[in-house]
């Protein structure tokens, strides 16, 4: 099955700090999205980005398909922004099945 | 919109007991999804739905069986929970158009243990 890989496994910022993580994959996908979970467990939504770059408020997003990676973006973090971030891919043959990553955890400092 | 539900939030099981765990969407979404979730881990696929009546099994299927009698909800059941099942499960539905799936939303999730 596919791989997905995100860079790097822990990250620990001060307040104000701008950051990248990155998620790599092993072979062509539809779909692409990045989830926050916050320190609760809720799943947040941030980007549905199978390819190109959005973005929302501090946060943006770029998916390079032909190079299989993506790229999130935070800039100015806040200790909100504190969490798990997860990318999860969709084959175009796998009938909506996500597999994920396994995650970057995110630490803010005040 | 209330978007995707999940009932109950949290549970504590028997080894051995049983329990079905409820999803409803209210977005008309066509696919849903049972994912769950270990410590440390990003989320695995146990069983989806492409549609009302129709299930099929994901990642790890084993020890788990769904129901979609209605478009709009989605069953977990454990027949006999193990403490291997503790976890944290996830559902979640997508639109799809043309035989594609977009987006997923997910519901908050609900934290079983199983003694």
């Known amino acids: 099955g596919i791989q997905v890989e995100q860079s790097p496994p822990d990250l620990i910022l001060q307040e104000g700090a701008n950051s990248t993580l990155r998620c790599n994959f092993s072979?062509?996908?539809?779909?692409l999205q990045w989830f926050h979970q916050n320190p609760w467990g809720q799943l947040i939504n941030l980007f549905y980005?199978?390819?190109g770059t959005k973005q929302n408020g501090r946060l943006s997003a770029t998916t390079v398909a032909t190079e299989r990676y993506s790229l999130l973006y935070i800039s100015s973090s806040q200790t909100t922004d504190s969490g798990v971030y997860f990318c999860?891919?969709?084959?175009?043959?796998?009938?909506?099945?996500?597999?994920f990553g396994q995650g970057t955890i995110l630490t803010v400092h005040p | 919109n209330a978007g995707v539900t999940q009932t109950p939030k949290f549970r504590v099981l028997k080894t051995g007991q049983s329990m079905t765990l409820l999803c409803a969407q209210d977005?008309?979404?066509?696919?849903m999804y049972w994912y769950r979730q270990d410590p440390g881990m990003g989320l695995r696929l146990i069983h989806y739905?492409?549609?009302?009546?129709?299930?099929a099994k994901g990642e790890v299927p084993d020890g788990y069986n769904v129901s979609r009698l209605k478009k709009q909800n989605f069953l977990l059941g454990l027949e006999s929970a193990a403490p291997s099942q503790t976890s944290v499960y996830f559902c979640?539905?997508?639109?799809?158009?043309?035989?594609?799936?977009?987006?997923?939303?997910f519901g908050p999730g609900t934290r079983l243990t199983v003694t």
């Open positions: 072979d062509s996908v539809n779909n």
């Open positions: 739905s492409v549609g009302e009546g129709t299930t």
């Open positions: 999860a891919v969709l084959r175009s043959t796998s009938y909506g099945k996500l597999t």
């Open positions: 980005i199978p390819s």
């Open positions: 979640a539905s997508s639109y799809e158009r043309g035989g594609h799936s977009y987006e997923q939303y």
């Open positions: 977005m008309n979404h066509e696919y």
